[in-house]
């Protein structure tokens, strides 16, 4: 079952704050639904380019956020991950983007992955072998 809307314009664009903390999670999905207001877009994009700083709760306030927009018939880009920035480390270490891209970021080595964006799959498995939502 889908919730989202056709839609053939370019996908909405939100970008994460660059402290994505406490009010800031609220702030992101209030932006979500004001910036989607006739029902959500079969694609959105998420913007990484300021964020500096993310608390646990951000990482799994982020991985809850794509699974429901998933659930509602809605696919996610991530873009600017390829920055020198801890906060994407943070999220690499935590495996949000093994888990969401089927890929890590950041090989041991520190060095980055050739990807400046990734698409997160709908209804594909993950690395541990779990589903993703579809």
């Known amino acids: 079952m889908s919730d989202s809307v056709s ?12 402290r994505f903390e406490g009010a800031t999670l609220s702030t992101l999905a209030e932006d979500i639904a004001a910036g989607c207001p006739e029902g959500w877009p079969p694609s959105l994009v998420l913007d990484f380019k300021r964020l500096n700083f993310i608390q646990p709760a951000g990482v ?3 991985s ?26 943070y999220l690499d270490d935590s495996r949000f983007f093994e888990q969401h891209c089927r890929k890590k970021l950041f090989r041991h080595d520190r060095h980055f ?11 594909q498995r993950m690395a541990s072998g779990s589903r993703l939502p579809p």
């Open 64 to 89: 809850n956020l794509i699974w429901w927009l998933h659930r509602h018939g809605t696919s996610v880009q991530l873009i600017n991950t390829k920055r020198n920035a801890e906060a994407l480390r």
């Open 113 to 123: 992955s050739e990807a400046s964006s990734f698409h997160v799959p709908r209804g």
């Open 60 to 62: 799994i306030f982020l």
């Open 7 to 18: 839609d053939t314009g370019p996908a909405p664009c939100f970008i994460i704050p660059s």
